[in-house]
């Protein structure tokens, strides 16, 4: 896919950065005391908290990362979304009030509260600081593969300009204007999914996609006469064919073009030639899209349904919300399977069709092995319970979103704003489900990049609506990066410098270390995203989940609901959360395959995801240790009040 | 080092009631979402049935994320009712 910058897009991307820098002017002289910094004053309305949670919450992760996914893999990618969802009913039933009630700035606050331990507040603060990273570099790396497409700059100026553009928001006004930003974006990101979701329905489904993204490909199959051995016959005899290229499972002919070669997959089964699309990574470093750079535009959008309504050729007109899903359900869909084979001193990478039923991709198992009928073992299983469960407790246990219950008056404003947030990012996610399913069968899927699928499906509609998506895209990850940066820099300047060194500060140089160090953090953001450049990075997010529901969860549920916690359990429990977490991480196959790239090494763990191990583990620790060092004299209330 | 909560926090007497609540509302979500984990886990296949025009996934899947919604506005709605009759009985105490 060739993507062209449009002026439109250019033009809204550049109103929402000098609506950004107005924001963080306006409100920068009304931010001097480290009140204002830290907790913008602690007087945001509810309702704008509430909106400002999703705006937070849903970086682009959420957004491009679970249309994508649910675009290539179907129900499985929305699978992410109710975890994510779901984690919030742990924050409003179990979190929201007496974090408000117990902290001031930070969430290592709040666990202090009772005991005011030197070995809590560094512990918790190194465990927000790792947890935000963790999150920071998705953000960043999402950052700079945006820009590239969508304003037509390189890579590493779209992590520069978001750097910068975060650090001038944090550094003028922190939490203040951090907070607007997350409320403008959260808000626009629901109002467009909608509309954009409307569009999808008012579209109905066509077997040939019908979009302004250029005429869909008419993908046609050679008939195969005979085989014998290696070699084919075609009905055709004036297709030549070059060369074969076979993998364990599936047999390739290279076929040479008028100007470029082309592959197809031998589909013994039918007799035919199917065509593939592949990328070439070739010897001396250029990369070649069906044969072509880059700038040819060969490598065409892909995305439909080869039968809708027992029909191998129609169009639906306007359909309902439960009708888009049976249409769904009862038709037939082309997926993309995905192949890494040698040619020579070539590596290709080819991408053939795969005619999957509606009613499997509306299922969970296409991306998570889940059936034992499919060879999916316990720990497929186990692996997959593990997912959710860090999902699930994960999002309460994520400092960037426990520092804003600070922003609001009182523990019921924080309440309200929790079920605000509810609302906005439950009816976002369940807009997932249709964007991803509409970009599935209607051509917006780029096979080089499925984070595009959401604004490739918003371009199908016209260019106005995919400039504001791509615009929003940007947005929000300033929001979720402001966010994190907030979090880290209460992290470093308030709970490290002033609580457990003890650095004796005035309220003035208390806000100027909070702003040093989000400069700081800001450029660590930058170096890490320009590092990070074009390594598949999606399950960070995953990780900050799992590390933040290990580390810090358990520890805040059994000091708000055990009486008998003790500052060294509470420090026992996140060491051994945040070592027993990423340990699993560190040592699991996805780590090993994706970040390593080491070939043929089979990890030792059985698991990628760490949480259903390092979860149950930091609770033990906390009561063992607790019981262990329990003094006599311990205050019988917990701090829930219950 | 003096540190004192983020608000002059003012007991609304209210608080053991919502805990308790919060926790029990809590419970009432895990169950359903452990059973939705447990189906997808152990047996997928069960995700395929029809319900209507869509299929079990679907409905459980959005039905969960309604579930959720509507427990938060209950819940929500109980807490302020609480505060409610705490703030007036604190009025005619002092009184």
């Known amino acids: ?642 | 080092m003096e540190h004192g909560t983020s608000t002059e926090w003012v007991e609304d007497g209210a608080s053991e009631y919502k805990a308790k609540l919060g926790v029990r509302m809590f419970i009432m979500f895990v169950i359903v979402y452990t059973g939705f984990i447990l189906i997808n886990s152990l047996n997928p296949k069960l995700m395929g049935i029809d319900i209507g025009k869509v299929n079990l996934a679907f409905f459980y899947g959005i039905g969960l994320i309604i579930y959720a919604l509507i427990l938060a506005t209950i819940y929500n709605y109980l807490c302020t009712k609480k505060e409610n009759e705490m703030a007036i009985k604190n009025q005619v105490n002092n009184k």
Do not use: C
């Open chain 1, 1 to 642: 896919m060739k993507y062209e910058a449009s002026t439109l897009a250019v033009m809204i991307f550049l109103a929402i950065v000098a609506f950004v820098l107005f924001i963080s002017y306006y409100f920068a002289k009304k931010s001097q005391s480290s009140d204002s910094y830290y907790k913008a004053g602690g007087n945001i309305h509810w309702a704008v908290n509430g909106i400002a949670f999703a705006g937070d919450y849903l970086s682009a992760a959420s957004f491009l990362g679970i249309v994508g996914m649910i675009s290539m893999v179907g129900y499985d990618g929305f699978l992410y979304s109710i975890g994510y969802l779901s984690g919030w009913i742990v924050a409003l039933f179990v979190v929201a009030e007496p974090m408000k009630k117990l902290g001031k700035y930070t969430f290592t606050d709040a666990l202090d509260s009772k005991f005011n331990s030197k070995g809590i507040q560094l512990f918790a603060a190194l465990s927000t600081l790792i947890v935000s990273i963790f999150y920071l570099i998705p953000q960043m790396v999402g950052a700079g593969s945006l820009i590239e497409p969508l304003l037509g700059i390189p890579y590493w100026w779209g992590v520069i300009i978001v750097g910068t553009l975060v650090v001038i928001i944090v550094a003028t006004a922190g939490m203040k204007s951090t907070t607007y930003v997350q409320f403008l974006k959260g808000g626009l990101l629901i109002i467009f999914s909608m509309i954009i979701t409307i569009m999808i329905l008012r579209n109905g489904i066509n077997t040939t996609p019908d979009s302004q993204n250029g005429d869909y490909h008419q993908f046609v199959e050679l008939e195969v006469i005979s085989i014998s051995g290696d070699n084919l016959v075609l009905e055709d005899d004036l297709v030549v064919i070059d060369r074969t290229i076979k993998t364990e499972n599936y047999w390739y002919v290279v076929i040479p073009g008028d100007e470029y070669e082309t592959i197809w997959e031998v589909d013994q089964e039918h007799m035919v030639l199917k065509e593939t699309l592949f990328i070439t990574d070739k010897a001396d470093g250029s990369i070649l899209y069906n044969g072509a750079p880059r700038e040819e535009a060969q490598f065409f959008l892909v995305g439909h349904m080869s039968e809708v309504d027992g029909s191998s050729d129609t169009s639906t007109g306007p359909v309902g919300v439960f009708e888009f899903i049976q249409l769904i359900k009862e038709g037939t869909l082309v997926r993309w399977g995905k192949d890494v084979v040698h040619d020579g001193d070539d590596i290709i990478t080819i991408f053939y069709q795969i005619e999957t039923k509606g009613s499997d991709v509306l299922v969970p198992g296409l991306q998570f092995k889940v059936d034992p009928a499919k060879g999916a073992t316990i720990w497929n299983q186990l692996d997959f319970i593990s997912l959710m469960l860090a999902l699930f407790l994960g999002t309460a246990g994520l400092p960037h979103i426990l520092i804003r219950y600070y922003t609001v008056k009182s523990p019921a404003a924080a309440r309200k704003s929790t079920i605000i947030a509810i609302l906005a990012i439950g009816f976002f996610y369940v807009l997932t489900m249709f964007m991803g399913l509409g970009a599935m069968v209607n051509g917006s899927i780029d096979l080089s990049n499925s984070n595009m699928s959401a604004p490739l499906l918003a371009k199908g509609f016209g260019i106005f609506i995919f400039s504001i998506i791509s615009a929003i895209a940007f947005a929000t990850v300033l929001g979720t990066v402001s966010g994190l940066i907030v979090a880290s820099s209460g992290a470093v300047a308030h709970d490290i410098m002033d609580r457990f060194l003890n650095i004796k500060m005035t309220d003035k140089q208390k806000v100027a270390a909070g702003k040093i160090t989000a400069i700081v953090v800001g450029i660590i953001a930058m170096i890490l995203g320009i590092l990070f450049q074009g390594m598949n990075v999606s399950y960070l997010v995953g990780w900050a989940f799992a590390v933040a529901a290990s580390a810090n969860l358990p520890a805040i549920i059994m000091v708000l609901f055990w009486k008998k916690t003790t500052a060294k359990g509470v420090v026992a429990s996140i060491s051994v959360g945040l070592l027993s977490s990423m340990l699993i991480i560190l040592l699991s196959q996805t780590t090993i395959d994706g970040i390593y790239h080491l070939v043929d090494v089979t990890s030792i763990v059985p698991i990628n995801n760490p949480a259903i191990v390092s979860v149950p583990l930091a609770f033990i620790t906390i009561v063992v240790v607790s019981l262990l060092t329990k003094k006599k004299d311990d205050k019988t209330e917990t701090l829930a009040g219950v």
